[in-house]
């Protein structure tokens, strides 16, 4: 299975983002308005990613230094330098690097520009359905359907 495949089965089809200088309180309100792990830190002009920020940055500056971290701009906190896929990258391949490298997010970046974010849990999903599939397809061989 490709990234791209993934991408297309995603429910939230939009690339969440914030714009540089944003507050750390909003990059939050936008994670649990969205039910996502994640946003990318982008002006949305250029198409590249200044960074990510990802609710462990938000909750290991709240352990460090209390709410007042939430005051602060998303460009204190975030992650400037990603590692990302493209869309015909195979998605067990990115679950390796998530895993090595442990984080849970990966941009997709198709000629120089941000088309997606792909989460540990939209790749783990979508590898069971494919397993489930493929379990089918050889139990109706084996019944002969
Ligand atoms: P996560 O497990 O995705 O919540 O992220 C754990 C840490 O890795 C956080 O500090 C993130 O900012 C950072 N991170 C997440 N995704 C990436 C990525 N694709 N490239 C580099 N750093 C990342």
Not at 6 to 29: C, F, H, N, T, Y
């Amino acid at each position: 299975m490709l990234v791209s495949q993934i991408l297309k089965d995603k429910s939230i089809q939009e690339v969440l983002r914030v714009a540089p200088g944003s507050s750390v309180g909003e990059a939050a309100e936008m994670l649990s308005a969205k039910k996502v792990g994640g946003v990318i830190v982008s002006d949305g002009e250029s198409g590249l990613p200044a960074g990510i920020v990802t609710e462990r940055d938000i909750v290991r500056e709240l352990g460090k230094r209390g709410a007042i971290c939430l005051e602060d701009k998303v460009d204190d906190i975030m992650t400037c330098e990603l590692v990302t896929c493209e869309p015909n990258d195979r998605a067990i391949r990115v679950l390796q690097v998530m895993t090595e490298k442990r984080f849970r997010h990966m941009p997709v970046m198709e000629d120089g520009k941000l088309v997606g974010l792909v989460s540990i849990g939209d790749v783990v999903k979508a590898r069971l359905d494919e397993l489930s599939s493929q379990a089918d397809a050889l139990k109706n061989m084996i019944m002969g359907y």
